[in-house]
Nanobody, 122 residues
Framework: QVQLVESGGGLVQAGGSLRLSCVAS????????LGWYRQAPGKQRELVAD???????RYADSVRGRFTVFRDNAKNTVYLQTNSLKAEDTAVYYC????????????????WGQGTQVTVSS
């Protein structure tokens, strides 16, 4: 099992920055994918950005060039640096992980954090 704990959300003015962090803990063999989704009121949860164990990243078109996702494998931590924030970035940001639980089990299991609120005032 993997537990994910996010931090770093808050209230910021448009144009500002926040750094979100997510620490993974528990019993697992490795974590392939770490990343962030977000969900705004009345909208579906959407991918923001993720990074795999080799460092390859994906970004939503709406955040590319403003947000940066990176991970520290030694600390089992993923970060989301958010710059030039806009009112439309306001949402609950959820950390997620895809992990293998043992060396003999090749299945990937998905886990979610509890979410952290990011509010951007215009």
């Amino acid at each position: 099992q993997v537990q994910l704990v996010e931090s770093g959300g808050g209230l910021v003015q448009a144009g500002g920055s926040l750094r979100l962090s997510c620490v993974a803990s528990g019993s697992f063999f490795n974590i392939n994918m770490l990343g962030w989704y977000r969900q705004a009121p009345g909208k579906q949860r959407e991918l923001v950005a993720d990074v795999n164990s080799r460092g390859s990243t994906r970004y939503a078109d709406s955040v590319r060039g403003r947000f940066t996702v990176f991970r520290d494998n030694a600390k089992n931590t993923v970060y989301l640096q958010t710059n030039s924030l806009k009112a439309e970035d306001t949402a609950v940001y959820y950390c997620y992980a895809e992990a293998r639980l043992s060396e003999s089990n090749f299945l990937q299991y998905q886990y979610w954090g509890q979410g952290t609120q990011v509010t951007v005032s215009s």
